[in-house]
């Protein structure tokens, strides 16, 4: 039996740190520890000493969120998946791409209903109210899940230092993500950084089952529909011609 990779092993190790966290936040009653109270009176002592600004800086931070929101990042998923499918001629690396942000939102959903915490009291939140669960973030989920697929995906034969590069690139994404849900108050840190370790394990995870599930999904599926489902094949990696006799 193969021993599963280490980025498998270490997206479960994510996963499950955030199912623990998840238990003892539902066993708090889904309160705030000390962590959450913390920051969230440091968010809003900071918030009180730009108020001069506050108006401008709601609407910048207002817009800004949206584009982490799970609607901007399916918009940002299908639009990267189509272009490398189209580049490659071949889904065989859009599909994780989809899958993965998919997966990671339908299980963002399962631990909010799972945990169900409430969120942050209206008095600390600023923009349109937010009353649905708490835990994870689904903003943070989403928008980790992307960033890291595609860094994993996209990257994969890039330099090591262009990769590290790029992850720097995708950290920076999500701590932003995090840093606007947050500074309007809807949730607490340990919901963002639960849903950043959330995105993270289903991004490193599903490329490494997609990468042996579709060859297999390949030999089952209609001849029409084989050549999607497998890497493409460059000129330059085609068997020469056969000259006749």
């Known amino acids: 039996m193969r021993r599963p990779p280490t980025v498998v092993i270490a997206g479960c190790c994510l996963a499950l740190l955030v199912v623990i966290v998840g238990v003892a936040v539902a066993l708090n009653g889904g309160g705030p520890f000390g962590i959450d109270s913390t920051v969230m009176s440091w968010m809003l002592a900071h918030r009180a ?4 600004s506050s108006v401008s800086t709601l609407t910048a931070v207002d817009t800004l969120t949206w584009f982490f929101s799970p609607v ?8 990267l998946a189509v272009a490398i499918g189209v580049r490659d001629r071949t889904a065989v690396r859009a599909i994780p791409i989809a899958a993965t942000v998919a997966a990671a939102g339908a299980a963002g959903e399962v631990a909010k209903i ?5 969120r942050p009291s209206l008095v600390y939140q600023l923009g349109t109210p937010e009353a649905t669960y708490s835990y994870p973030s689904g903003h943070v989920t989403g928008t980790s899940a992307l960033a890291v697929v595609a860094v994993v995906i996209v ?3 890039w330099s090591r230092t262009t990769r590290l590069i790029a992850a720097a690139a995708a950290a920076l994404v999500i701590l932003t993500a995090a840093a606007t849900r947050l500074y309007l108050g809807v949730h607490w840190v340990t919901d963002v950084m639960a849903g950043a370790c959330l995105g993270t394990a289903v991004a490193l995870v599903i490329p490494a089952v997609s990468g042996r599930a579709l060859p297999i ?3 089952r599926a209609p001849d029409r529909m084989r050549r999607y489902l497998l890497p493409a094949i460059s000129a330059s990696r085609r068997p020469p011609a056969v000259a006749p006799h």
């Open 49 to 52: 000493a730009t108020a001069q």
């Open 114 to 118: 799972a945990v169900n915490r409430p």
């Open 72 to 79: 901007a990042v399916c918009i940002w998923t299908v639009l």
């Open 217 to 219: 999904l390949a030999v």
């Open 155 to 157: 990257g994969a034969a």
